[in-house]
Nanobody, 125 residues
Framework: VQLQASGGGLVQPGASLRVSCAMS????????VAWFRQAPGKERDFVAV????????GYADSVKGRFTISREIADNMVYLQMNSLTAEDTAVYYC???????????????????WGQGTQVTVSS
């Protein structure tokens, strides 16, 4: 199983960016797929999650209303559309996946066992 995150870059405050997670190696039906981020010197924080089967989503309060997670079954892709970016969004963004995730645990990094390598997002003027 392989998760490949891409699409990061350097953008100005207020800009938009979409990061992608290409997933391969198995079917992800029944899985939750999430985005986490980690800024230098900080812990890895939950950003957003989507349930593969029914597209149920969840977001961290800090990104609610600005970020949108989506998935494309045909391409085995998960996207994170990020709008109105601020310097506080600067981090390495990781995608992660797991099956059997219960709702109360879906924001916890230790609930996921497939991880991508991360893509750097830098918001700076």
């Amino acid at each position: 199983v392989q998760l490949q995150a891409s699409g990061g870059g350097l953008v100005q405050p207020g800009a938009s960016l979409r990061v992608s997670c290409a997933m391969s190696g198995r079917t992800f039906r029944g899985h939750h797929v999430a985005w986490f981020r980690q800024a230098p010197g900080k812990e890895r924080d939950f950003v957003a999650v989507i349930k593969w089967n029914d597209r149920t989503t969840g977001y961290a309060d800090s990104v609610k209303g600005r970020f949108t997670i989506s998935r494309e079954i045909a391409d085995n892709m998960v996207y994170l559309q990020m709008n109105s970016l601020t310097a506080e969004d600067t981090a390495v963004y990781y995608c992660a996946a797991a099956s059997g995730v219960i709702t109360s645990s879906r924001t916890r990094a230790d609930a996921y066992y497939y991880w991508g390598q991360g893509t750097q997002v830098t918001v700076s003027s």
